[in-house]
Nanobody
Framework: QVTLTESGGGLVQAGDSLRLSCAASGLSRYAMAWFRQTPGQEREFVAVLSKSGGTTDYADSVKGRFSISRDYTQNKNTVYLQMNNLKPEDTAKYFC??????????????????????WGQGTQVTVSS
């Protein structure tokens, strides 16, 4: 069983930055993604990093402002989402997800939430105008 724990959310002003973290239990590597959801809306893809770490993909709405990365040093297994120039429309609960079922190849990514087996509890990001 893999546990994903998000952190780093908060209340910020438009134009500010935040860095979200998603710590995975264990040291296995997976393709990992970030999604977000607002009440009454469908879950929305944000960004994904392949298992190898060499491939990324971003939603058009965040491209150029958000960056996904990972840290495997010193026994860490953490994926980050650096969010710059935040906008009120970025307000949502952000979830990280992992392909623990190893559907993906080393370089494969997916924007589909149903391709991911493990999900965190989410962290709230609120951007005021």
């Amino acid at each position: 069983q893999v546990t994903l724990t998000e952190s780093g959310g908060g209340l910020v002003q438009a134009g500010d930055s935040l860095r979200l973290s998603c710590a995975a239990s264990g040291l296995s590597r997976y393709a990992m993604a970030w999604f977000r959801q607002t009440p009454g809306q469908e879950r929305e893809f944000v960004a994904v990093l392949s298992k190898s770490g060499g491939t990324t993909d971003y939603a058009d709405s965040v491209k150029g402002r958000f960056s996904i990365s990972r840290d495997y040093t010193q026994n860490k297994n953490t994926v980050y989402l650096q969010m710059n120039n935040l906008k009120p429309e970025d307000t949502a609960k952000y979830f990280c997800a992992a392909d623990i079922g190893y559907r993906f190849t080393q370089t494969m990514t997916s924007r589909r939430g149903d391709q991911y087996d493990a999900w965190g509890q989410g962290t709230q990001v609120t951007v005021s105008s």
